[in-house]
């Protein structure tokens, strides 16, 4: 009989603890089995899995490396999803989303505003000329990041010459295009800078303040939203949710000088997850617990599903959803025709 598991945390980062224990004391106090895969246990685990001794009815994949074909987490990802688990995120959207090459064009296409960007491919690098119409187009400095990367690896924001984008694709080897970036100018929103790092999981929209050089989070409050007129990041983020149907990520957007928003890092597949209280520059933990209440009680619905009076529970919540989003249509077809 092969071991089973309701939950599983794929994860190979080992800051990321406060987010593991808080996940695993929700399973315990609800009755889901739970386990943590690590760097000590992926390649026993994906041995154990790949031979039918170990089942998985939810994956939550903190990984998303989706660059390295061979990465035993991504590896994971898709024997779990082949054998009819859910992986949050599907590893194959992921690798469509994560990728801000092709993303771009995607945010291009649907009107998302997006920094002015030109997208270089690895192959053209070394003939690539960045000549003055493109300095007059772009400014500078400008930014130079890779199309697959995380972490800030190979990103300038002070880039002037080629040798900026030699540079980003030396230090990012296994990232195929690389992006020139229109650098904004932050607009003063009171005490805070006008650059917004957004959560979105599982349909809901968390709001943070986040300065790009010190890396400080503050939470963003609703009367803060309805002084400056946030909505709109909102309408950004579910934007980039539909585009790319993924259930977890962050995004960076910028309120520019001129009062504009602009999405500058589209999709970052594995948030950052870091808490405040071991992290100067970590994120809030109320935002973090909140993250974990969300992704476990998405993981509990799948679990549950079909275990009895849970049943009526999910049919009720999922009436109401499509209640509301009715709601929500009619109102704006009224409002269209008046």
Known sequence: MPASYDLVLSSPFSN?????????????????????????????????YQAGEVTVK????????QQLPNDPYTLLAHAVKR?????????????????????????????????????????EIATFKIDDELKRRMGVPFVVKPAWGDSGVGVNVNGTSEADLLKSAEECPNSDAFLIQKRLVMKDLGRHKGWFRMFHICGTVIACWWDPETHAYHMVTPSQIKQY???????????????????????????????????????????????????????PDEV??????LLFNEAMHTVKRGQGFFDQELLESEADAD????????????????
């Open 16 to 48: 990321y603890d406060f987010f593991g224990h808080k996940l695993e004391e929700l399973c315990g106090k609800m009755g889901l089995s739970f386990f943590l895969v690590d760097d000590v246990w992926i390649h026993d685990f994906l041995r154990k």
């Open 58 to 65: 939810v994956l939550l994949d903190l990984t998303a490396n």
């Open 83 to 123: 054998r009819g688990g859910r992986v949050i995120d599907d590893p194959d959207k992921t690798a469509q989303a994560a990728h801000k090459g092709r993303f771009h064009q995607k945010l291009v296409a649907a009107r998302v505003p997006v920094p002015e960007t030109v997208v270089v491919p690895r192959a």
């Open 229 to 283: 007129k946030l909505n709109p990041l909102r309408r950004a983020m579910r934007a980039i949710a539909r585009l790319s149907e993924m259930e977890k990520f962050s995004a960076e957007i910028c309120v520019h000088e001129d009062g504009k928003l602009y999405v500058v890092d589209y999709l970052n597949a594995d948030p950052d997850m870091n808490p405040q209280s071991f992290y100067d520059n970590g994120v």
């Open 288 to 293: 973090v617990r909140h993250i974990v209440w």
């Open 323 to 338: 209640w509301l989003e009715q709601r929500k249509r009619e109102q704006a077809e009224a409002a269209g025709a008046s």
